[in-house]
């Protein structure tokens, strides 16, 4: 900010020497030292009049400056308020109109999010229990299946001692139709004779 008092301030310090230079060279012959005691208090004055002069216009803009950066570091609640009835108090109130903008825009998004979040949770609760239910179905169907299963191995072990005690009947009956049909033919072949 510095540079924007000097920038104000030199070109009245250097206008305010340049007329006191003047007046002095209009009457040059007749000064006396008085007028050379003027002439640097005058001076003086010119400088710090110039110097007084910059730092009022550039305190507004500071003002701003220090806000704008607040601002863009993320404090929205930064305003400036200015006491000029000047162009720089208008953009004050720009400054604090968009401030303010900004500062409901995030409240806004902030809302919205919520929103959004309990929608979200809401909706994700919805599938959990969804979820849970068919999980559920799932392990119900899992538990009859391995009870089928189980039962469908104890009947095909049925069937097949089932199977076996079949073929051990099969045998004993071939065996007695045999021992059957000897004794048949041995009772024919006595009958016969």
């Not at 510095?2 to 920038?7: G, M, Q, T």
Request: charged share 30%; proline share 1%.
């Amino acid at each position: 900010m510095a540079k924007i008092s000097f920038k104000i301030a030199l070109p009245i310090i250097l206008a305010g020497i340049f007329s006191i230079v003047t007046f002095m060279a209009l009457d040059y012959e007749k000064l006396s030292i008085e007028f050379y005691l003027v002439f640097f208090l005058l001076t003086v004055f010119v400088f710090f009049f110039g110097f007084a002069i910059g730092q009022s216009f550039a305190s507004p803009i500071r003002k701003l400056l220090n806000r704008a950066v607040e601002l863009s570091g993320g404090n929205l609640s930064s305003r400036a308020y200015l006491e000029t009835k000047d162009e720089l108090a208008e953009l004050a109130k720009v400054f604090n109109k968009i401030a303010q903008e900004l500062e409901e825009s995030r409240i806004l998004q902030g809302e919205t999010e919520k929103s959004v979040d309990i929608k979200v949770k809401a909706r994700t609760q919805a599938l959990e229990e969804t979820i849970n239910a068919l999980e559920q179905k799932v392990k119900n169907r899992t538990i009859e299946l391995e009870r089928l299963m189980q039962e469908s191995r104890k009947l095909q072990e049925g069937a097949k001692s089932k199977e076996l005690q079949a073929r051990e009947l099969k045998k004993e009956f071939d065996i007695l139709r045999s021992k059957v049909g000897k004794y048949k033919s041995n009772k024919t072949t006595n009958n016969n004779a």
